[in-house]
């Protein structure tokens, strides 16, 4: 794909998005050194500065890297931003599915990874949030990003901390004036004790227990029971409903043609007499 002059309306971004396209479909590899900033801004029409910024834009996304005297060079081509326009575009019982996903892994590795540490922070964290005992507020999110931390697993608590904002803004939208049912604390403290005791199983199922809650809440918001993963899972179900309807219906078939007698052959076709 080639470059094109970009329009004179949002520079930057026009130039942004031109690069970020090049980067999605190969034109530059990751470990690349892209062209220098004067034949960017002769392929792009545009000056020098404004492709200056562009790649400033790309380096903080983490997708270009900038060295000192040679260059800049690509350092991903997975754009963290489509990812998280994904999240906005998918319906608010996918999101809450990822984030259960999420939510009950980091419960079961933190459960036979965790440190005296964790467990002081997980403490804190549980005594704030029976405080302000509000599963929407800041405590509520510091209590599930000290589970996640408790996991060490640095490329675990990334993604989380990569899609959790994103989450949260999905259900608001979703929810409108609704709230969610208020935290239950009895389950934050059991999914505290086992991560405390080494027992991964419990710590497994006291997260998927504490999901369970907004999981229902959002299911049952109209529109959604039929969207997203749900209607994809009904339109898979009616497929194999059909599909093994068919089967049934040829295998019967088939019976019924073994099952038939079959006519004597007449002399003189093939049988010997």
């Not at 405590?139 to 949260?168: C, D, K």
């Not at 419990?202 to 959604?224: K, Q, S, Y």
């Amino acid at each position: 794909m080639g470059l094109k002059a970009a329009g004179r309306t949002s520079l930057v971004d026009s130039v942004v998005e031109q690069l970020r396209d090049q980067l999605a479909q190969g034109e530059w590899a990751v470990g690349d050194r892209i062209p220098t900033e004067h034949t960017l801004a002769e392929q792009l029409g545009v000056g020098r500065n404004t492709v200056r910024e562009a790649v400033r834009v790309l380096v903080h996304a983490g997708l270009l890297e900038s060295r000192q005297g040679n260059g800049t060079f690509v350092r991903s081509t997975a754009d963290p931003a489509a990812v998280l326009r994904g999240v906005r575009q998918a319906g608010a019982r996918d999101v809450m599915e990822l984030r259960m996903a999420l939510g009950v892994e980091a419960a079961r590795l933190a459960a036979v990874r965790r440190d005296a540490h964790d467990l002081l922070r997980l403490r804190a964290a549980l005594a704030t949030l029976r405080e302000e005992g509000d599963r929407a507020s800041d405590a509520a999110a510091a209590f599930h990003l000290a589970v996640v931390e408790a996991t060490h697993n640095a490329a675990f608590a990334g993604v989380y901390r990569f899609v959790s904002t994103q989450v949260r803004e999905v259900l608001v939208e979703a929810l409108g004036d609704r709230e969610m049912p208020p935290a239950d604390i009895e389950t934050h403290k059991a999914l505290v004790a086992a991560i405390e005791a080494g027992d991964a199983e419990a710590a497994e199922a006291g997260a998927r227990e504490l999901l369970r809650v907004p999981m229902e809440t959002i299911t049952a918001l109209p529109g959604e029971a039929e969207t997203g993963s749900a209607a994809l899972t009904a339109r898979t179900g009616e497929a194999r409903a059909s599909r093994e309807a068919s089967e049934g219906q040829a295998r019967a078939s088939r019976e019924a043609r073994t099952s038939e007698p079959r006519a004597p052959r007449e002399a003189g076709k093939g049988q010997a007499v």
